[in-house]
């Protein structure tokens, strides 16, 4: 029977609370239905699911806190639609895909995930749009696999505070051999669970059972956290995603300051016709420059992973946001190099404000490259730090008048400072360079944006 | 509109950007990106709010004429009608 598991909604999501079930048992859902609400350490996000199917049980209360992959609800298939009342007992377990259609896989990045989980991909429940087998999918399945029943697990809960650091490598470990890291007891440093902690763990026959006596397993059901909770929260998930970014990533920086005279010019002409609630902002023209240019250096979009470069499936422009109580988040906008302006626009507005209303979707956290524009604070330029595991970070500072050498003349011009910060695992100053001056070249032609 | 609903209304619009906001210990001089922390974005939703409360539009151009709560005030009581 498929379970709707608890999903990842970020490179730094290792839990989440579950906060509200928008489903009951017996509901029909539709794949992109909104199923639930989960808190992270960094906002609350609507989660989709992406299969058809009745809501058969849900197995996790709302208030619990459970690890990423960690099982929600069990939903049944098409069949079950048209007998609700059956009991979950004698209904076969559907667990393969359709026979005689292809395997539908969603991204070479989730063939890369099989591939490095050891999945059969053949083996995998899509649950992707059209079915398609998703990063998600194959992570539950690897998470099942060294489990003698898929059966579900009483949901543990694990207070943020308690979480005892894990090493890079005994996370890698955990997703390969299939364990929970919330049942595992850690060795290490200050009780930091270590890879041979994985490896024990893994080895014993009941790996959902807590070990009984560790002190950081209370079971005691986490209370709605206040302001300043969820505030230290944040901070420590993103210092924890960024002390990773600096740790594993080689970065390198480099700046280019671009005239945007012609298209500040181009948008303030755009902008006169335009009633307020469609006029453009000129981070809009800097954020589609910014994906345009990916066709010129594609290697700047994507994610590094085991060792290689695993290029995006699309242009999915994260947008740093910061959010008004601190802290920040950047969600996704799809294909953004496929947008036009004022398709972009919206997508903005409705992000920003979905994102500081703590209502952002599952489905937009999977940035492929992440653009931060700080200009509005005033500052010059920005050197971000990249979110793994993509491999460029673009940063616009503040869109200003500034004196302008151009052909043995000296005149004063509207410009930005553009930086990139990418991984030189993944590629050279010399390619990093050609992206930013393809982000120069798009800005010089606005009209064409 | 009295110089009060004008007052209130620019006081809304603007809670409902920076709902954290402390409008009553604000300088009215200071500027409103650093007051409230808004951005580009932010103020084009501020002024679509004032435009709902007010209907005073307020061109593109004229932004830089803004950037405090005493000339954004100023501003919408020059042209509400």
Not at chain 1, 187 to 193: D, H, N
Not at chain 1, 259 to 272: C, E, F, R, S, Y
Not at chain 1, 326 to 343: C, F, Q, R, S, V
Request: hydrophobic share 45%.
């Amino acid at each position: 029977m498929p379970e709707f598991a608890m999903p990842s909604l970020g490179a730094d999501m290792d839990e989440g609370t579950l906060l509200e079930w928008l489903v009951k048992p017996g509901d029909v859902v539709h794949r992109g239905d909104v199923v639930a609400v989960v808190d992270t350490a960094k906002a609350a996000m609507d989660v989709e699911i992406f299969q058809d199917g009745v809501i058969e049980k849900l197995i996790a209360e709302p208030g619990t806190t459970l690890p990423v992959g960690a099982p929600l609800a069990v939903i049944g298939g098409e069949g079950a639609a048209a007998t609700p009342e059956a009991p979950a007992a004698v209904r076969v377990p559907t667990l393969a895909p359709p026979s005689g259609t292809g395997l539908l896989v969603e991204s070479p990045l989730v063939r890369h995930r099989a591939r490095k989980l050891g999945v059969d991909l053949a083996d995998v429940v899509g649950t992707g749009p059209g079915g398609v087998i998703t990063r998600a999918d194959v992570d539950a399945h690897a998470a099942a696999a060294p489990q003698v029943k898929p059966k579900r697990r009483p949901p543990v809960a694990i207070p943020a505070q308690a979480r005892p650091p894990v090493s890079p490598f005994a996370r890698r470990r955990a997703a390969e051999l299939g364990v929970d890291l919330g049942v595992v007891q850690g060795s290490g440093p200050g009780g930091a669970i270590i890879a041979v902690d994985v490896e024990r763990a893994a080895a014993r026959p009941t790996p959902v059972a807590a070990e009984p006596g560790a002190p950081q397993r209370e079971p005691a059901a986490p209370v709605a956290p206040d302001m300043q909770a969820k505030a230290r929260a944040m901070r420590k998930a993103i210092g924890q995603l960024m002390a990773r970014s600096k740790r594993e990533i080689p970065h390198y920086y480099l700046s280019t300051t671009i005239d945007l005279t012609v298209a500040t010019d181009w948008l303030h002409q755009a902008n006169l016709d335009r009633p307020l609630s469609s006029r453009l902002v000129p981070a809009v023209l800097l954020l589609k420059a910014s994906a345009r240019a990916i066709r010129d250096v594609p290697e700047m979009n994507g994610f590094w992973l085991d060792d290689e470069f695993v290029p995006g499936p699309g242009v999915h422009l994260g947008v740093a946001i910061s959010l008004r109580q601190g802290g920040l988040i950047a969600p996704a906008i799809h294909h953004a190099d496929n947008l036009t302006l004022d398709e972009l626009m919206e997508h903005l507005r409705d992000l920003v404000s979905r994102a500081r209303a703590g209502r952002l979707k599952q489905s937009e956290m999977d940035p492929t490259i992440t653009v931060t524009n700080l200009g509005d604070q005033g500052v010059d330029s920005v050197h971000g730090v990249i979110y793994p595991p993509q491999v460029a970070l673009v940063g616009f500072g503040k869109v200003a008048e500034r004196p302008w050498a151009d052909g043995g003349m000296l005149g004063v011009r509207t410009c930005v400072t553009a930086t990139l910060a990418a991984d030189h695992r993944a590629s050279d100053g010399h390619r990093g360079g050609l992206y930013l001056a393809a982000i120069d070249s798009l800005l010089r032609k606005p009209e064409e944006l | 509109m009295t110089t009060t609903q004008i007052d209130d209304a620019v006081r809304q619009a603007i809670g409902a950007i920076a709902p954290e906001a402390d409008l009553s210990t604000v300088d009215p001089d200071e500027r409103l990106r650093d007051a409230f922390d808004i951005d580009s974005l932010d103020f084009v939703r501020l002024l679509e709010q004032l435009q709902n409360l007010t209907g005073v539009t307020v061109p593109e151009s004229d932004y830089a004429k803004i950037a405090t709560l005493r000339e954004l005030t100023a501003y919408v009581e020059a042209h509400a009608t």
